[in-house]
């Protein structure tokens, strides 16, 4: 009986922690989407204005740059092991180059904050702390990102 | 009975000559190439154009870096490991010795100064698309950069494309320089020199046979991703592919890397966008045209693991 039990109890212990890992993965994966998609909304509204789809708002622009800042402080606790696959674009250079992820994390949080300090008010303004911003896109999912 | 084996004995002797014919390399000799006075400035807009840098250069290269051709970039596939040559203009170990002719030989037909097939890990199946006016200029501005005497290693291949007149065979079945797509369109005409040719983005947006032939009912279609994990995206007109991109949406993509929802390009895509956005404006409007102009396909999954 007992042991019959403790193999029960293992066999759910084991479930449960496959379950709770998909969930953490899963929880990760939205986490970081909706970082990115902060950035994404960040580079819309900018590249909106200064393409002159949209009329320019210093303000509006601040605000995006700080909204992109506070939803990537924790950034890189959102990549947990085994959080990749299914839709996740996350490639394997993240884990396998963990030091290399950690500074590319860095670099776009230290570059963020100095957007945000900036405190950009002309087009041309914007248009530099954009630059810096921006930059860390393409170098980081050119490392990081799978293509689709 | 006799009779019959020596029958067969001449058809075999026939076959083998004629394979042994149609596998043979071909070449462009000197004498047939145009009245063209190369011009290297061209030439760098066609070379950013066929993204040389991607494969050719080191991997960690940056910035002017990049314009040194060392070679060994490593192409891990079914057929076995590729590594990039080294086409600096170094005479002994890159490419600095070559005649026009031999170069014009390599872009269009895969063929080696030495009158051996290349790898066609060498995009030259698109390549052979490409005007030879094109190419000279190609060479007259490669002939303008770093040379480096770096010696890549040699191609790991199993049987039977180590037998490299095999590849006389598969250029036969794989190897067109027919144009793909119709258009009509002179903006989508443009484009298609550009995507069909120097660009070669087929050869990772389309999926390949078992023998790794271009599928051209798949065009642009998607497929693997060549450098491992995950897929290359669909970028025919449709649903699946980038339909709800608009002709502007696509020049601005290859300019910046933005998608239209402000997605970032990444992975392998990264290099080749920082090359468009050198090219002018009108290069990257082409590009845009001829991909609205193709047919609309749904994914392929042709070589893809299954999905669940």
């Given at each position: 009986m007992i042991p019959k039990l403790l193999t029960a109890l293992a066999v759910s212990m084991v479930f449960l922690s496959g379950s709770v890992t998909i969930v953490a993965a899963q929880d990760a994966y939205t986490q970081r989407t909706d970082a990115m998609k902060k950035?994404?909304?960040m580079a819309k509204t900018i590249s909106d204005m200064l393409r002159g789809n949209t009329e320019f708002d210093a303000d509006a622009a601040n605000a995006s740059i700080a909204a992109a800042n506070a939803a990537l402080a924790d950034f890189g606790t959102y990549f947990p092991e085994g959080s990749d696959g299914g839709k996740s674009k996350a490639g394997p250079a993240i884990w396998e180059d963990p030091d290399g992820f950690a500074a590319a994390v860095s670099k776009v949080q230290a570059d963020l904050a100095a957007a945000v300090a900036a405190n950009p008010q002309t087009p041309e303004a914007v248009q530099t702390t954009f630059g810096m911003v921006a930059g860390n896109c393409k170098a980081c999912h050119e490392k990081y990102q799978l293509p689709d | 009975m006799k009779r019959l084996l020596k029958i067969l004995a001449i058809l075999g002797v026939l076959g083998a000559g004629i394979a042994w014919i149609v596998t043979a390399p071909e070449t462009v000799a000197e004498a047939d190439l145009p009245d063209h006075t190369p011009d290297p400035g061209h030439g760098e807009r066609v070379f950013l154009t066929g993204g040389c840098t991607s494969c050719h250069a080191d991997s960690d290269a940056e910035g002017d870096d990049k314009l040194i051709l060392t070679g060994g970039l490593a192409f891990a596939t079914e057929f076995g490991t590729?590594?990039?040559?080294?086409?600096?203009?170094?005479?002994?170990?890159?490419?600095?010795?070559?005649t026009m002719a031999e170069f014009v030989s390599a872009m269009k037909h895969g063929t080696s100064p030495g009158g051996s097939h290349y790898y066609p890990a060498f995009p030259y199946t698109?390549?052979?698309?490409?005007?030879?006016?094109?190419?000279?200029?190609?060479?007259?501005?490669?002939?303008?950069?770093?040379?480096?005497?770096?010696?890549?290693?040699?191609?790991?291949?199993?049987?039977?494309?180590?037998?490299?007149?095999?590849?006389g065979g598969w250029k036969l079945l794989n190897?067109?320089?027919?144009?793909?797509?119709?258009?009509?369109?002179?903006?989508?005409?443009?484009?298609?020199?550009?995507?069909?040719?120097?660009?070669?983005?087929?050869?990772?947006?389309?999926?390949?046979?078992?023998?790794?032939?271009?599928?051209?009912?798949?065009?642009?279609?998607?497929?693997?991703?060549?450098?491992?994990?995950?897929?290359?995206?669909?970028?025919?007109?449709?649903?699946?592919?980038?339909?709800?991109?608009?002709?502007?949406?696509?020049?601005?993509?290859?300019?910046?890397?933005?998608?239209?929802?402000?997605?970032?390009?990444?992975?392998?895509?990264?290099?080749v966008v920082d090359n468009m956005s050198k090219l002018p404006a009108e290069d990257r409007e082409a590009i845009a045209a001829y991909l609205k102009a193709i047919p609309a396909l749904p994914d392929s999954d042709i070589g893809l693991p299954a999905t669940n």
């Open positions: 950035m994404g909304a | 590729f590594h990039a040559p080294n086409i600096s203009p170094d005479p002994d170990h890159g490419i600095g010795g070559w698109s390549y052979t698309r490409m005007a030879v006016t094109d190419i000279m200029d190609l060479k007259a501005f490669m002939d303008t950069l770093p040379a480096t005497d770096n010696i890549p290693p040699a191609h790991e291949v199993g049987f039977p494309f180590n037998i490299r007149r095999s590849l190897m067109s320089d027919a144009w793909v797509a119709s258009p009509t369109d002179p903006k989508a005409l443009r484009g298609r020199e550009i995507v069909e040719g120097a660009g070669h983005c087929s050869e990772c947006h389309t999926p390949r046979n078992a023998i790794g032939g271009l599928l051209k009912d798949h065009w642009l279609a998607g497929g693997p991703n060549p450098d491992g994990e995950g897929r290359i995206p669909n970028i025919t007109p449709s649903e699946d592919g980038i339909g709800s991109w608009t002709e502007d949406d696509i020049a601005y993509y290859l300019e910046t890397g933005f998608t239209p929802d402000f997605d970032s390009v990444g992975s392998s895509m990264a290099d």
